[in-house]
C-alpha cells in the first residue's frame, strides 16, 4: 500500500473565477507576463522550510498528504499565499481511495448514500464526500486562524484544486484495475466534487497527468468534462507558456501548468489562446473584407472587446472583422482582449494588409540532380484582385519565372542552391514582392541523429541512419568518429565493443548513385548503469502506546528507517521523528483530548517515497 509522495501541486486553470479574473495571461502578443500569471504552490513539506518569495499567487495544501489528515502548517502558509500580487489564496485538498482497509471508511454511513458492510460505489462516494468536508475545515479553521473576516465566506470563494495522484491510496492500485475498481475510484472523486459543490464552492480543478488520469479511472469519459486541469511535469515558464495548448484530460480547459522555479513548484495561468492573424486583402476588395476571430481554450462564447484599431478595422463582440469601407493601400492593426463565460482571458490581434500581394506558397523547394531538368512550380499570392503578373529580377538563366508565374530551370543544373526573386502585381494596382529558393542535389538526414545507451548494452548497440531525398542506393563514408562508433557504408552504426560512459560523436558524407549529396552526423551516448533503488523501510511493531490529550514517546522496531522518516496517523494525532536509527524509530506522538481508543495505523513514508504501515494502540 502506498501513500502520497511530496506534492508537486500546482494551480489548475479551473474555472478560476476568484484568481483568472485579475490574471493577465500572456498571449501571443504580450511582450511580457502580468505580475499575477505566475504563482507557487506549498504545502506540508515546505514546512519547515523558508517560502517562495514575491508571488504573484500562492496556493496552499490543506492535507497531509492524504484526505481526511491536516496540514499542520497551513496556518502559516495560508498567510503566505494571502500576502502575494494576487491576495485570494487557493486551496488543493489531496485525493486518494484505499478501500475499507483505509483510515475514515465510512462503514454504516446513511448518507449522502448508504454503506452498508462490503467495498461499494456507495461507500467510495460517501468517503470522498467526506474528504471535502475534511479539506473544507480545514481550510476554515486557517482561515480563522490568520484573522479573517468570515472564515467560511474565505475558503467558499477561493480557487480550489482536487490532486488526483498514483502516489495516493486507490483501489485500482492496490487491488488490480478492473471495471469495479475503477468504479469505486471515480466514485470517490464524483463525491468528493458533489460535495465541493454542496458547501458552495465555484472555482474547482483537477491536478494530474494524462497518464496518472488514465491509470486511476480508467479514462473518466464526460464525467468530469466541465471540470478545468492543471498539468504538472514542465521544463522552464517559457515552455509552461505554450503547454496551455495541450489536450485536456478531463476534456475541461487547461488551465494552469506546473513547472520548477526557485527550487519549489511554480504555476503559471493559462489565458485564451488567439493565434495572431495575418492576411490581406485587395485595394478593391478592403469595402467588404471580413474575417472571424477564434479563439481556444476557452470555457463557453468568447466576448471580443477590440481596444486599438478603429474606426478602419471593426472587431464585433463575437470576434468578426470588418472594415468601416474602402482602405487606401498600407497596413491596419486591431487588438484588444478576450473573455469567456467563466472569466477567463486573454489577448487577440489581427493586422491586415490592403494592397500588398503576399505570397502564400512555393518559397522553397528541393530536387535531385537528375529531376531538375524537369523542374517546375506555380508561385501563388493572396490578395489579389484579378490576374497577377510576375517580373522576374534575379537568378536568370539558372531558373526562370514566367509572366503567370511558373519557375522552371533553363536545364539539368549542378548540385547547389538556386534563388528567383521579383515583382508581383495585379490589374487593380496591388503590388508585393515574390522568392523562390531552389536546392538541387542536396541529401538531407532524417531522424534519428543521437541515441542513448547504457554501459551495459553499448556493445550490442546498431542504429541505421535515414537520409532523404535520394535517388537509388546510399554510400555512407565516416570520417570522424572512429574506432569508438562505426557507420558501414549502408549507414548501419555501431560500435567496436564495450564502452565506457560518454559522449561519441560520429560524422561523415552520403551519396547516390545520381550525385546527390549530404552529410551525416550522430552522436552516442553512453549512460551508467541506474544504481539500484534503496531498500524500502518495514516496520514490525510498537513498543509503548498512545495516550488521548497527551505527549508520549514510542519506538517502532524494523528495518531501513534512515533519512528522516515521516510518520502520519488518522486526524488529530501528530507524530515527529525524534531518532531514526537503521533498526528502530524514536516517535514524539501527541493526540488530541478526547479522541477515541483503539488500534490505529502510522503510515512510514521514506524520502524516497516508499512506505510501510504498523499498528498501534492507542488507549487511556
Not at 275 to 288: C, N
Not at 413 to 424: K, N, V
Request: charged share 10%; net charge negative.
Amino acid at each position: 500500500m502506498r501513500v502520497p509522495l511530496t506534492k508537486c501541486f500546482a494551480a489548475l486553470a479551473l474555472s478560476v473565477l476568484a484568481l483568472a479574473a485579475n490574471v493577465g495571461v500572456a498571449a501571443a502578443t504580450a511582450p511580457t507576463l502580468a505580475p499575477t500569471a505566475t504563482g507557487f504552490d506549498i504545502s506540508f513539506p515546505q514546512c519547515a522550510s523558508p517560502l517562495p518569495v514575491s508571488p504573484g499567487f500562492g496556493i496552499v495544501g490543506v492535507n497531509n498528504g492524504s484526505p481526511l489528515t491536516i496540514n499542520n502548517c497551513l496556518a502559516r502558509e495560508l498567510s503566505w499565499a494571502n500576502g502575494a500580487t494576487n491576495t485570494v489564496a487557493g486551496f488543493y485538498a489531496n485525493t486518494g481511495n484505499g478501500g475499507p482497509t483505509g483510515v475514515g471508511w465510512p462503514k454504516g454511513q446513511q448518507s449522502p448514500d448508504v454503506c452498508g458492510d462490503a467495498n461499494s460505489v456507495p461507500c467510495s462516494y460517501d468517503y470522498g464526500w467526506n474528504a471535502a468536508r475534511t479539506a473544507f475545515a480545514n481550510a476554515v479553521n486557517a482561515e480563522s486562524v490568520d484573522g479573517s473576516a468570515s472564515p467560511s465566506t474565505a475558503a467558499m470563494t477561493a480557487p480550489w484544486w482536487m490532486d488526483v495522484e498514483t502516489g495516493n491510496a486507490w483501489e485500482t492500485i492496490e487491488n488490480g484495475r478492473r471495471a469495479a475498481t475503477e468504479g469505486y475510484d471515480l466514485a470517490m472523486l464524483e463525491g468528493m466534487v458533489a460535495s465541493f459543490t454542496n458547501i458552495g464552492v465555484k472555482s474547482l480543478g483537477i491536478y494530474s497527468t494524462a497518464n496518472m488520469w488514465s491509470e486511476i479511472t480508467g479514462g473518466s469519459g464526460s464525467t468530469f468534462a466541465s471540470i478545468p486541469v492543471w498539468i504538472p511535469g514542465i521544463a522552464t515558464l517559457t515552455a509552461a507558456e505554450a503547454a496551455c495548448s495541450l489536450t485536456s484530460f478531463t476534456g475541461g480547459r487547461v488551465g494552469m501548468i506546473q513547472y520548477p522555479s526557485q527550487g519549489y513548484d511554480g504555476d503559471y495561468f493559462c489565458g485564451l489562446l488567439s493565434t495572431p492573424v495575418t492576411t490581406s486583402v485587395a485595394v478593391g476588395a478592403s469595402a467588404t473584407f471580413s474575417d472571424q476571430l477564434v479563439t481556444a481554450n476557452n470555457a463557453g462564447a468568447v466576448t471580443y472587446t477590440q481596444t486599438a484599431g478603429t474606426p478602419d478595422l471593426v472587431v464585433s463582440p463575437t470576434g468578426l472583422v470588418t472594415t468601416s469601407g474602402a482602405l487606401a493601400t498600407g497596413t491596419y492593426s486591431a487588438t484588444g482582449t478576450t473573455v469567456d463565460a467563466a472569466g477567463n482571458t486573454g489577448t487577440f490581434s489581427l493586422n491586415l494588409d490592403v494592397g500588398v500581394l503576399i505570397q502564400s506558397s512555393a518559397v522553397t523547394a528541393t530536387v535531385k540532380v537528375s529531376g531538375s531538368a524537369a523542374f517546375t512550380q506555380q508561385v501563388a499570392v493572396s490578395g489579389s484582385d484579378g490576374a497577377v503578373a510576375y517580373v522576374q529580377a534575379t537568378d536568370t538563366p539558372d531558373l526562370v519565372v514566367s509572366p503567370t508565374g511558373v519557375v522552371t530551370t533553363s536545364g539539368a543544373l549542378a548540385t547547389g542552391t538556386y534563388s528567383a526573386t521579383g515583382t508581383e502585381s495585379d490589374p487593380a494596382g496591388n503590388k508585393g514582392t515574390f522568392k523562390l529558393t531552389l536546392t538541387v542535389g542536396a541529401l538531407v538526414q532524417r531522424a534519428p541523429t543521437a541515441a542513448t545507451v547504457t554501459t551495459s548494452d553499448s556493445a550490442t548497440f546498431s542504429q541505421q541512419l535515414d537520409v532523404g531525398a535520394n535517388l537509388g542506393a546510399m554510400t555512407f563514408v565516416q570520417t570522424s568518429g572512429t574506432p569508438s562508433v562505426l557507420v558501414s557504408s549502408s549507414g548501419l552504426v555501431t560500435t567496436s565493443g564495450k564502452l565506457a560512459v560518454g559522449t561519441y560523436p560520429v560524422a561523415g558524407t552520403v551519396s547516390d548513385a545520381t550525385g546527390d549529396m549530404g552529410k551525416f552526423t550522430f552522436t552516442v551516448s553512453v549512460h551508467a548503469l541506474p544504481p539500484p533503488p534503496p531498500p524500502s523501510p518495514s516496520a514490525t511493531r510498537v513498543i509503548g502506546y498512545v495516550v488521548a490529550g497527551r505527549t508520549v514517546t514510542i519506538t517502532i522496531d524494523g528495518a531501513n528507517f534512515y533519512g528522516q522518516p515521516h510518520v502520519t496517523s488518522h486526524p488529530g494525532t501528530v507524530a515527529t521523528v525524534l531518532r531514526d536509527q537503521g533498526a528502530s524509530l524514536v516517535v514524539r506522538v501527541t493526540s488530541r483530548a478526547r479522541s477515541r481508543n483503539g488500534v490505529f495505523t502510522f503510515t512510514i513514508t521514506a524520502p524516497d517515497g516508499a512506505t510501510c504501515q504498523v499498528r498501534y494502540n492507542q488507549r487511556k
